[in-house]
């Protein structure tokens, strides 16, 4: 479950939001609307958010001005967790700059359906780097050094097999180690081995209770370890 803030002074838009989120999405909790910056301000300092949605022009503080004012822990927890609503596309490219802020929207005809759409990819991208960050802890958890670059590849395919779960075939030679021979400049055969070679660290260094715990006490190849993960993932 994520949280939304809705931060805009235009409060029957607000609630056009609130009410389509509500009705459709069992994934996004809106914590409240609002109508001013302060008051956006304040509930972004007292809570951890998950994403704002942030008009420019409000009353009391402006938007640029909500994420400047920010505690700098705050400003951390925040990255990438902002959609800005404006209404000039010249103050696109600048605020775009700002680490708070995942995507922009220009106010004007066709804006209801636009920011719906970022709220939608915005959703998509923390349920995503959620399943990142859990796919790192699994394999950590297990005993995979995250500083081999075997583990770092492991990792990245086993993201991507995630991503495409509805068409990939299995063949991970040709199917997924080409894009993750694509994403690290290092050819399939390079990324085949480096894997290879973390986790016969892992199973070398991996505590016994735990391996055992994963893997039955049995030496696990990479698909076995690929599965286990996907598995833990639903």
């Given at each position: 479950m994520f949280t939304i803030l809705i931060a805009d002074d235009n409060i029957d838009f607000a609630k056009l939001v609130v009410n389509d989120i509500v009705s459709s999405r069992e994934d996004l909790k809106v914590i409240k609307i609002a109508t001013n910056g302060k008051e956006a301000l304040d509930l972004m300092n007292s809570f951890q958010i998950d994403i704002v949605l942030l008009d420019l022009e409000m009353p009391i503080?402006?938007?640029?001005?909500?994420?400047?004012?920010?505690?700098?822990e705050k400003k951390k927890q925040y990255e990438r967790s902002v959609i800005v609503i404006t209404a000039e596309d010249e103050y696109v490219p600048e605020i775009l700059k700002?680490?708070?802020?995942?995507?922009?929207?220009?106010?004007?005809?066709?804006?209801?359906?636009?920011?719906?759409?970022?709220?939608?990819?915005?959703?998509?991208?923390?349920?995503?780097?959620?399943?990142?960050?859990?796919?790192?802890?699994?394999?950590?958890?297990?005993?995979?050094?995250?500083?081999?670059?075997?583990?770092k590849y492991l990792i990245d395919t086993i993201f991507e097999i995630y991503l495409h779960?509805?068409?990939?075939?299995?063949?991970?030679?040709?199917?997924?180690?080409?894009?993750?021979?694509?994403y690290h400049h290092k050819s399939v055969h390079?990324?085949?081995?480096?894997?290879?070679?973390?986790?016969?660290?892992?199973?070398?260094?991996?505590?016994?209770?735990?391996?055992?715990?994963?893997?039955?006490?049995?030496?696990?190849?990479?698909?076995?370890?690929?599965?286990?993960?996907?598995?833990?993932l639903t």
């Open positions: 503080y402006n938007g640029i001005q909500v994420l400047d004012m920010l505690s700098e700002n680490p708070l802020v995942a995507y922009t929207t220009l106010k004007g005809i066709g804006q209801y359906e636009r920011i719906l759409n970022k709220i939608d990819s915005l959703v998509e991208e923390k349920s995503n780097s959620l399943v990142y960050k859990k796919i790192i802890n699994e394999l950590s958890t297990i005993g995979y050094n995250l500083n081999h670059n075997g583990t779960q509805d068409s990939f075939q299995g063949n991970l030679k040709k199917e997924i180690y080409p894009l993750i021979s694509f390079n990324i085949k081995c480096s894997i290879t070679r973390a986790t016969e660290n892992m199973v070398y260094y991996s505590n016994s209770e735990i391996f055992n715990k994963y893997f039955n006490g049995f030496k696990p190849t990479t698909k076995t370890v690929i599965n286990i993960i996907l598995n833990r």
